[in-house]
């Protein structure tokens, strides 16, 4: 499958990573240049294709293939960033499957259908799920 992953932090490299591990074919698009040198060196034995560029930017998205893709990972640190990838990747290049990071869980809502979104992750409420689990485990 060929994936689009915008945003080059933490959680991008490590999901574009494991993506071309498992046989897909990976393009990152990441805007700031000290990052993109570093995730280029970081992913070269993954075969991913790293591309210095505003994911908002339709130019961008074109360059990096977006008409070709058939999933979209926005995955950048901020929540407008995200919502308007997922927007042009849905409606402007017709990705299939797009699924965006939520940075604030207030702004869950927005990643809807209609904002063109097949799927959202909200790590803020996994993590805060999985502690509130082991607090309430009783003491060994």
Same mark, same amino acid.
């Given at each position: 499958? !060929? ?9 991008g ?11 897909? !074919?990976v393009?990152?698009?990441?805007? $700031? ?18 591309? !210095? ?11 990096a293939?977006a008409?070709?893709? !058939? ?29 965006? $990071?939520?940075?604030?869980? $207030? ?14 992750? $909200?790590p ?17």
């Amino acid at each position: 499958m !060929q994936v689009l992953v915008v945003g080059g932090g933490r959680i991008g490299a490590y999901l574009a990573e494991d993506l071309a591990a498992k046989g897909h !074919q990976v393009v990152m698009i990441e805007k $700031r240049p000290e990052r993109v040198q570093e995730l280029t060196l970081q992913l070269a034995k993954s075969r991913v294709r790293v591309i !210095q560029g505003d994911g908002n930017d339709p130019t961008v998205l074109r360059e990096a293939g977006a008409k070709d893709m !058939q999933a979209l990972a926005a995955a950048t640190g901020d929540d407008e960033d995200n919502l308007v990838i997922g927007l042009l990747g849905k409606r402007e290049f017709g990705i299939p499957r797009v699924v965006g $990071r939520v940075n604030n869980p $207030r702004n869950a809502w927005l990643y809807a259908p209609s904002f063109g979104f097949d799927a959202s992750v $909200r790590p803020a409420e996994i993590i805060a799920s999985l502690i509130e689990e082991e607090i309430e485990q009783p003491a060994p």
